[in-house]
C-alpha cells in the first residue's frame, strides 16, 4: 500500500522560512506532489519532483530524496496569506494518494 | 479559476436519502477524479474516471457509484446516507490519464441531518 507522513501542524513568523516535511511508502514511486489548501478552499497544486533535488518556483521550493523517501516543500519570506494546509501527495497506478495535510500558522 | 465546475455548492439531505455530485472537467481534460474530505481528514480518494471508463478505484463505499457521460462531465452518486457521509466532496480533472497535476473544483459540501 501507500503511506504518507507529514506534520499535522507547523507555526511560523511572518517574514520566516518554514520547511514541512514528508515521507512516503510506496510501490512504483513516479514523484512527489505538493498542493495548497486554503480554509473553505479547493486543493491548488503547487509542485511535482520526479528526480532527486531541489525545485524552485519563487518562493516555494520542493525537495526530493528518493534514496530516503522524503521530501519537503520550502516556503521563504513568509505571508499571511501563506497560512493554509499543504498537501504532498504520490501516485499509485491511475490513483492519487495524499497524505493528511500539514496545516501551516503564520504569527505576525 | 480551476475551470472544473461542480454543482451544487451546498447540499443538505436527510439519513436513508440519496444524492447526486455533479463535476464537468476543464475543456480537454479527459480524467476526472472524486475525493471525499472530512473534518481534519486528508484527501481520501473514491474512484477515477478516464474518457468515460473506470480506472481506479479506492476505499469507496458500496452505497457510493459514480459514472462519466460521453461528454466527459461525472457525477457521484451516494445513497442510504448516514450522518458519516458528511463531507466536502472533491472533482478534480487532469487532461491525461496519469498527468502529476489535478486542477480541483471548488467542491460540494454534504450535510446529512
Known amino acids: 500500500g501507500q503511506s504518507l507522513e507529514q506534520p499535522s501542524e507547523v507555526t511560523a513568523v511572518e517574514g520566516a522560512i518554514v520547511q514541512i516535511n514528508c515521507t512516503y511508502q510506496?510501490?512504483?514511486?513516479?514523484?512527489l506532489s505538493w498542493y495548497q489548501q486554503h480554509d473553505g478552499g479547493a486543493p491548488t497544486f503547487l509542485s511535482y519532483?520526479?528526480?532527486?533535488g531541489l525545485e524552485e518556483t519563487g518562493r516555494f521550493s520542493s525537495f526530493l530524496s528518493r534514496s530516503d523517501s522524503y521530501g519537503y516543500l520550502l516556503l521563504q519570506e513568509l505571508q499571511m496569506k501563506d497560512s493554509a494546509s499543504y498537501f504532498c501527495?504520490?501516485?499509485?497506478?491511475?490513483?492519487?494518494?495524499f497524505g493528511k495535510g500539514t496545516r501551516l500558522h503564520i504569527l505576525p | 479559476d480551476s475551470g472544473v465546475t461542480q454543482t451544487p455548492k451546498h447540499l443538505i439531505t436527510a439519513t436513508g436519502q440519496r444524492v447526486t455530485l455533479r463535476c464537468s472537467p476543464r475543456?480537454?481534460?479527459?480524467?476526472v477524479y472524486w475525493y471525499q474530505q472530512s473534518l481534519d481528514q486528508g484527501l481520501q480518494f473514491l474512484i477515477q474516471?478516464?474518457?468515460?471508463?473506470?480506472?481506479a478505484k479506492g476505499n469507496i463505499l458500496e452505497r457510493f457509484s459514480a459514472q462519466q457521460f460521453p461528454d466527459l462531465h461525472s457525477e457521484l452518486n451516494l445513497s442510504s446516507l448516514e450522518l458519516g457521509d458528511s463531507a466536502l466532496y472533491f472533482c478534480?480533472?487532469?487532461?491525461?490519464?496519469?498527468?502529476?497535476?489535478?486542477?480541483f473544483g471548488s467542491g460540494t459540501q454534504l450535510s446529512v441531518l
Open positions: 474516471y478516464y474518457n468515460g471508463e473506470e480506472r
Open positions: 475543456s480537454g481534460d479527459l480524467s
Open positions: 510506496t510501490s512504483g514511486f513516479y514523484g
Open positions: 478534480a480533472s487532469s487532461a491525461r490519464s496519469r498527468d502529476e497535476k489535478l486542477f
Open positions: 519532483n520526479a528526480l532527486d
Open positions: 501527495a504520490v501516485r499509485k497506478d491511475d490513483k492519487i494518494i
